[in-house]
Structure formats: C-alpha cells, structure tokens
C-alpha cells in the first residue's frame, strides 16, 4: 500500500497524484476514526471492486477529523487547526488508522489534510476532480455518506450525478450491521457507579419505554456501527460493547513517564501514560486489559516510518506502512481518573492513565510506547480510607484482570 500526505492550497485544491499505467481507481473517502467494522465493509468492497475491474482501489482518508477540524474553526474565527493539533476525541491517531487500513488490502491512501478551504469544495467539484484526475471508475460509500460543501452530496445526489454523466458508478454498501440504536443528542461521560461491566439502558425495554427514554434524553438515530456510538460506549464505560462494534478491543497509546510512586509504595508499580493521550480515553474506572509494549519510543517511532508526521509536509509518499514491532504484553489492571484515595488539597487533579502489569517481572518501562488494551469493565473509583485498603482492592484488580486475560486467550 502506498501513502500520499496531501494538503489543500487556500482555496482547496489539491495537486491529486495520477494512478500509474493509466489504470482506473475504486475509491472511497472518510475519516475512517477507529476503524470500526462499517469501515471495513467499506474498504474491502473497495478492494473487492477494484480486484473485479482490474483497477486499484483507493482510500481518501481525511485527518484530522472533519467535526474536529469544524469546532475547531468555530472557536478559532474559521481557521484550521494547527499543525500540532491534538483532537481528544479521536478514536485513534491517524497512523493507527493506515496500519489497518493496509490489513483490508487497499492498494493506496491520499492523507489530505482537511482544511475550511477543502470543506467548501463542492461534491460536484470533487467528484470531477477524481474522475479527471485520480481516474476514479467506482465510488464506494457507506448506506449514509455525505459529502463536499455544507455536506450537499448525499447518496441521492451522487446517484444522480452519476447516471447523469456516466462517468463513474456509485457502489452502496450496507453497512449498517446490526442497525440502529438511540444516542442522546448532547452527552457527556457518565461513569457507571456499579461493579462490573455496565449494561444497555435500552436492553429489554419495549417499543413504548424506548421511546420514553428518546424524549426524555433528547435521543437521535445513529448505526450501531459507527464512530459516534463507539465514543458513547466508551464514554459510558463499556468498553465490551464498544470491541464488538471495532472487532477489536479499543486501546490508546502513549509514552510512560515518571509518576508519583504510589503504586510503587503499594506494591503495585504502574506505567503512567504521559499526556498527551493518542486515542479516546474512556470514562474515568478501573478496567482489565492489556498493557503492550513496544519498546523506546524514539525507535518505536522510527520503525513505523514517516505516519502521521509526513502530513505537515507540503507533500509526502511513502510506499506501504511499517507496523510497530510489539515486544511485550501482559495483562493488566488499568485506572483512568484522578487519585481520589490521594487527592486531600481540593485542587482539581488532572486524569491519569495508569495500567498495573500482572506479572512477576521486574519491569523498566519508563520512555517507552507503550498501548493499553481495555477488555472488561471492573469497578468505579473510589476513595478509600487508608493506603492499606487500597493495596487490598489492587490486589484484587489484579487478579479479576488476570483471569479476564486467561478467560479470552481460552476462548481465542
């Protein structure tokens, strides 16, 4: 797979790349965030199709995320984001994105850069701009995609433009999975006040209690695959639910840095993610997972080639993408949230991503890239009377996130 960081001059336009040998192009476009399974049926119709012509297929993978890239303007008197931007929202960093983007076969990645200039682009400019330059034949989109200006190009209208030249043809995929759920419309992260892994409001209720709920949390519809619902469950902690919809656990990465030495005085020393966090962290809890490590981060970084950082380029290639080497992982007792056993100034503390490996080893993890796994909710946290209690409720962390580990190796 081959990479292309592409960035939009003021006024939007972009210097395409041809594909070689005169070939025609499957392409289809999106922010891919988390890279859930509605993705994945998309790209790999892309590649289905592509391999069905004899053509290549093409993923426009957009970064940084175009509802990010808008509030952002909106705070900001319509400017982009800057080059350093962190969007903590992001399911996941963009080089994540491509390492998985690259499993679904796709043959080539245009990173363009989203801009405000991009935004206002017509999809019919767009749309011209790939079919005379890219050399696109097919597009693929998901069952509710929109594009260009003011998000003008639903299905209906590329349909028509489409039959209307005769120039390329539109490929629809059901991506729907499952269906639908229900979102409340403005949410925010809610930690679950009970132990283990917290169910579904809407498990069990009938047609009339579901919408009870709808109205009293302002609710809208939205595809149980998709990026919106991924970030609800995590920010509802269940991080269970929300590995079913990516097909995969969800993690966030980071460099260990020194902390406090808390878990070290408790017997139970902790890698602490220093800030900033790549990836959506969930609602503040206790969970089990996985701690992997690969290894120092300046060589971790090196080895998985230029990523994300080609995009501050005017213009980057590189030719495939080059996975991080994972080392190490163990199983782990994770914590996100702020030290309530510890806080006694009042001030407000900042949120810790801290993971305890369940192991005997003597580990050295500080300045390494390390990713943390979440696989089951635990508990909520909670303040305990005596540095002793806590030890105790540790220890018991450690062994519930061990023999969740064991339980799904088995099952694998």
Known sequence: MTIDWLIPDTKGAVQWPALPDGKKGVLTIGAFDGMHRGHQAVLERAVEKAHELGAISVAILLDPRPAAAHAYAQQHDGADTPDDFHDPDALMPVDRRLELIERTGIDRVFVVRYTMAFAAVSYISFLGQMVGKVGMRTLVLGSDARMGAKQAGDLKAIRNLALATGVFELDVVDNAGPGATRLPFQWTPQAPTEVGEPHDPLEGMNKAERRTWSKRHHAREARVWSSSNVRYLLGNGRVHDAAEVLGRPHAVEGTVVHGEQR???????????????????????????????????????????????????????????????????????????????????????????????????????????????????????????????????????ARSAAALADGQESAE
């Open 263 to 397: 878990g070290r005085t408790l017997g139970f020393p902790t890698a602490n993610l220093g800030n900033p966090v790549d990836g959506y962290v969930p609602v503040d809890g206790v969970y089990a997972g996985w701690l992997v490590d690969f290894g120092e981060a300046g060589q971790a970084e090196a080895e998985a080639g230029a990523g994300a950082d080609g995009a501050g380029a005017a213009a980057a290639h590189a030719d495939g993408v080059t996975p991080r080497q994972e080392i190490r992982r163990w199983p782990a007792a994770i914590s996100i949230g702020t030290k309530e056993t510890f806080d006694r100034d009042g001030a407000p503390a900042d949120r810790v991503v801290e993971a305890y490996a369940c192991t005997d080893e003597e580990l050295d993890l500080y300045g390494h890239r390390m990713c943390v796994e979440f696989c089951g909710f635990l508990r909520p946290q909670q303040r305990f009377d005596s540095a002793a209690a806590l030890a105790a409720q540790l220890a018991t962390d």
